[in-house]
């Protein structure tokens, strides 16, 4: 909870920070990493910083985070904590780097501010930042604890599997030949992989097979004529390299984009693009588990020959005693399947539904807010989105 004293400042300086946080967040990271060159090497997405989308998303969240402190004191936005934690702990983020962040942030706001930054202006923000900050160091404790594995694991590639011209499954088991712990379907892994300049790059990708199959598979999208760009690099790494018998450093599986257990309850699980891959897990858990609820399955891409894991989406919903698969593409619609974008307009949503939305943001706004429309409770309404979170408050 924040002090009174604190809430007061923080409410009067909110809009002039808010109003700064780009520039802010702009000068934090070039000046952390300027001190700290490591961090950009082997912790943060060098494609994302390239694009801004990490510096965007770093200002809103901090932006959402003091305004919730204001307007709902008594509560923490927990959901928006649980999904930085989920990302942070795949990273292996430790306590100790949040004072790094805490020097180089604070070093920022000064230097945007200048004179407005009093010491009752820095000290109410402080606490802003380090309630913050001790309430994800907490989460992810917990989540390091809760794992049971190693930060970083060595697998061998057992079996690589061309889904279309740009999207490879690779199919893993533990390089150390243990055990392989479960995981829950729609959850993510860290990739480390190195690179030609001695960075060691990482990646989340879903698990896209099977939670109790006895190996670790990942479904990963090649970011074509952009092998040298930092927001291809990783991908593009591990289509022209790795093969049946290569090793990858694997994280242990976070995410909170996961099936509750409601087995009679209607779903929906609507995806574009690569965004199948945590979907196609539900399907096969839920076949796995006998869900006797309705299923919906939603899907759009572009056109057939680039929707990865088609068949195992139709054969695990084929498992289902009431599923039905709907199907959109841009070009090349096949009968049976309908041309343009994903529209529920013809699409049954049965009362109570519990959606899972993952793709490219404009695809997940329009889904959400047509199954509003259609009487789906936000709450009920959940998404995982690729890269820095963008749409944090959406839920």
Avoid at 171 to 187: I, S
Avoid at 226 to 239: C, F, I, R, T, W
Avoid at 308 to 316: F, G, K, N, S, V
């Amino acid at each position: 909870m924040l002090s009174d004293s604190s809430a007061a400042v923080v409410r009067a300086t909110l809009p002039a920070v808010g109003a700064s946080l780009d520039e802010i967040t702009e000068r934090f990271y070039s000046g952390m990493f300027a001190a700290r060159p490591e961090l950009l090497r082997d912790l943060f997405n060098r494609g994302n910083q390239a694009a801004g989308t990490q510096r965007r998303a770093l200002a809103a969240s901090i932006a959402a985070f003091a305004a919730h402190l204001l307007d709902h004191p008594e509560q923490r936005p927990d959901a928006m904590l649980s999904r930085i934690a989920h990302k942070h702990a795949s990273l292996g983020v430790r306590p100790e780097q949040y004072a790094i962040v805490h020097e180089h942030l604070f070093a920022a706001i000064a230097d945007v501010l200048g004179d407005a930054v009093t010491p009752e202006v820095a000290a109410a923000w402080d606490e802003v930042y380090w309630l913050m900050a001790h309430a994800l160091t907490a989460l992810e404790k917990r989540l390091y604890e809760e794992s049971g594995e190693p930060t970083w694991r060595r697998w061998e590639v057992v079996e690589r599997v061309a889904e279309t011209a740009d999207v490879a499954t690779f199919r893993l088991r533990p390089a150390d030949g243990g055990p392989v712990p479960g995981f829950r379907a729609g959850q993510y892994v860290s990739v480390r992989v190195p690179l030609a300049d001695g960075a060691r790059q990482i990646r989340q990708y879903s698990l896209s097979g099977a939670p109790g199959a006895g190996l670790r598979q990942i479904s990963v999208k090649r970011v074509r004529g952009e092998a040298a760009a930092p927001d291809g690099e990783v991908s593009n790494h591990l289509h022209a390299h790795l093969r049946r018998g290569d090793a990858l450093e694997l994280s242990a599986p976070y995410g909170d984009l996961v099936l509750g257990d409601a087995p009679g309850t209607p779903l929906l699980l609507a995806s574009a693009g690569i965004g199948v891959t945590p979907v196609a897990a539900m399907l096969a858990r839920l076949a796995e588990d006998g869900h006797r609820g309705p299923v919906t399955v939603v899907h759009g891409d572009r056109s057939p020959a680039e929707h990865a894991l088609r068949a195992e989406q139709e054969a695990y919903a084929g498992k289902l005693a009431d599923a039905a698969v709907h199907l959109w593409y841009e070009q090349d619609a096949p009968a049976g399947a309908r041309t343009g974008y994903v529209d529920l307009a013809e699409v049954p949503v049965a009362p109570g539904t519990r959606a899972y939305l993952c793709g490219p943001l404009p695809f997940m706004r329009s889904v959400r807010a047509q199954l509003i429309d259609r009487g789906v409770a936000p709450a009920d309404i959940h998404y995982e989105v690729f890269g820095p979170d963008l749409w944090l408050g959406a839920n």
